[in-house]
């Protein structure tokens, strides 16, 4: 699973060169599938069994899902399946293929596949999608992917009935992101009912467009605050539901860096399994006093703040100075844009970015 254009069909290509290919982005498979789901049996009776097949955007026609696993039981036929929602696929009688299926997400560029290529202004400003990143105008192809998701993911699939209602509230998320979620304040803008908005954001999940940080609850003698934190998965698409085509102001740049380490920190969760879950940490009523990101594993606990500035200062460390008594907690992290690595005298890594995405890449986040 993965957003659209984080390249599924690419790696499939390339990873199962010799494979079985079934496109349901082809409108006459579509209808084809949709009218007698029974065709893919008749169809794969003519491959041979140790043959893969790979099914492309298997959310379109969900009900295949029962005679792939007929086939994987009766005749142990291995398939790759890939799709850009989960909507359906959540569904009460869907076929989840429990027990048969490992489920892995794509997700965009991470700094290490591109290598030299990665430039941080660019990243905040254009984002990870490989469909992007190879275009001549990003912001074109940018704008051009928005309105495919409206089209495509939202009104193709019915999600939900009022769609301008839905594109309204589209650039309203994309303000909160990074920040925690006032549904009601978000409906208010909208002018959507707050049952309206609870919805259109299980969507923006379901299509893996947006997550949400939780906040950390623990017995600390202060009381945390408990509402979640949005996230868009990708900067680029942040800034074009937004309608920004400059490159981001400094008040911009601060959400927009945060929000793409978590999106890094999720990639790398995804394809390393580098932590097993994650928060954000922010006293109830301190509103200067907060870490973006907790990450925990094995009942251990690192604490990460991320900041723009290039320079440190007492400030950038409040918040990780006030959860420093928190039981489990190993390491304190200050990432930021400067050049030096430097440690506080309280024991506080402050980190450089190439520092901070060395340590992601060889998995020694946790000491």
Same mark, same amino acid.
């Given at each position: 699973? *993965?957003?659209? +254009?984080?390249?599924?069909?690419?790696?499939?290509?390339?990873?199962?060169?010799?494979?079985?290919?079934?496109?349901?982005?082809?409108?006459?498979?579509?209808?084809?599938?949709?009218?007698?789901?029974?065709?893919?049996?008749?169809?794969?009776?003519?491959?041979?069994?140790?043959?893969?097949?790979?099914?492309?955007?298997?959310?379109?026609?969900?009900?295949?899902? %029962? &005679?792939?696993? $007929?086939? #994987? &039981?009766?005749? +142990?036929?291995?398939?790759?399946?890939?799709?850009?929602?989960?909507?359906?696929?959540?569904?009460?009688?869907?076929?989840?293929?429990?027990?048969?299926?490992?489920?892995?997400?794509?997700?965009?560029?991470?700094?290490?596949?591109?290598? /030299?290529?990665?430039?941080?202004?660019?990243?905040?400003?254009?984002?990870?999608?490989?469909?992007?990143?190879?275009?001549?105008?990003?912001?074109?192809?940018?704008?051009?992917?928005?309105?495919?998701?409206?089209?495509?993911?939202?009104?193709?699939?019915?999600?939900?009935?009022?769609?301008?209602?839905?594109?309204?509230?589209?650039?309203?998320?994309?303000?909160?992101?990074?920040?925690?979620? %006032?549904?009601?304040?978000?409906?208010? =803008?909208? +002018?959507?009912?707050?049952?309206?908005?609870?919805?259109?954001?299980?969507?923006?999940?379901?299509?893996?467009?947006?997550?949400?940080?939780?906040?950390?609850?623990?017995?600390?003698?202060?009381?945390?605050? $408990?509402?979640?934190?949005?996230?868009?998965?990708?900067?680029?698409?942040?800034?074009?539901?937004?309608?920004?085509? *400059?490159?981001?102001?400094?008040?911009?740049?601060?959400?927009?860096?945060?929000?793409?380490?978590?999106?890094?920190?999720?990639?790398?969760?995804?394809?390393?399994? #580098?932590?097993?879950?994650?928060?954000?940490?922010?006293?109830?009523?301190? $509103?200067?006093?907060?870490?973006?990101?907790?990450?925990? $594993?094995?009942?251990?606990?690192?604490?990460?703040?991320?900041?723009?500035? *290039?320079?440190?200062?007492?400030? %950038?460390?409040?918040?990780? @100075?006030? #959860?420093?008594?928190?039981?489990?907690? @190993?390491?304190?992290?200050?990432?930021?844009? /400067?050049?030096?690595?430097?440690?506080?005298? =309280? *024991?506080?890594?402050?980190?450089?970015?190439?520092?901070?995405?060395?340590?992601? &890449? %060889? /998995?020694?986040?946790?000491?």
């Amino acid at each position: 699973m *993965g957003p659209r +254009g984080t390249g599924k069909t690419t790696w499939l290509k390339r990873r199962f060169p010799e494979a079985y290919r079934i496109d349901l982005l082809d409108e006459r498979l579509y209808m084809a599938y949709q009218a007698d789901p029974g065709l893919l049996s008749d169809e794969l009776s003519a491959v041979p069994a140790g043959r893969r097949v790979v099914i492309d955007e298997i959310q379109r026609v969900p009900v295949l899902l %029962n &005679e792939v696993h $007929r086939q #994987i &039981e009766e005749k +142990g036929r291995l398939f790759a399946l890939c799709g850009s929602s989960a909507r359906k696929l959540k569904r009460a009688s869907t076929n989840l293929l429990a027990g048969r299926a490992v489920r892995r997400q794509m997700h965009g560029f991470v700094p290490a596949e591109l290598g /030299g290529a990665f430039r941080i202004d660019r990243q905040l400003r254009y984002g990870c999608l490989p469909l992007v990143w190879s275009a001549e105008d990003p912001a074109d192809v940018l704008d051009a992917y928005v309105d495919m998701y409206l089209k495509e993911e939202i009104r193709a699939e019915a999600a939900v009935r009022n769609l301008p209602g839905f594109a309204r509230f589209l650039p309203l998320a994309a303000l909160f992101h990074g920040q925690a979620l %006032n549904v009601s304040s978000l409906a208010r =803008d909208a +002018g959507v009912a707050r049952t309206t908005v609870e919805g259109y954001l299980g969507i923006l999940e379901d299509t893996l467009l947006a997550f949400r940080l939780p906040a950390f609850s623990s017995r600390l003698r202060v009381r945390e605050r $408990r509402h979640p934190k949005l996230f868009l998965f990708d900067p680029g698409v942040v800034r074009a539901l937004a309608k920004r085509r *400059g490159a981001p102001t400094r008040d911009q740049v601060g959400h927009l860096f945060e929000g793409w380490i978590a999106e890094l920190l999720r990639s790398y969760r995804s394809y390393r399994s #580098i932590f097993d879950d994650w928060y954000y940490w922010s006293p109830a009523g301190a $509103r200067r006093t907060e870490v973006d990101f907790l990450l925990e $594993r094995d009942g251990e606990l690192v604490a990460i703040e991320v900041k723009k500035t *290039g320079s440190t200062s007492p400030r %950038n460390l409040v918040g990780l @100075r006030a #959860i420093a008594e928190l039981p489990g907690l @190993r390491r304190r992290i200050l990432l930021y844009l /400067g050049s030096v690595r430097l440690e506080t005298e =309280d *024991g506080i890594d402050v980190l450089r970015l190439e520092d901070f995405l060395a340590e992601l &890449e %060889n /998995g020694t986040l946790f000491p």
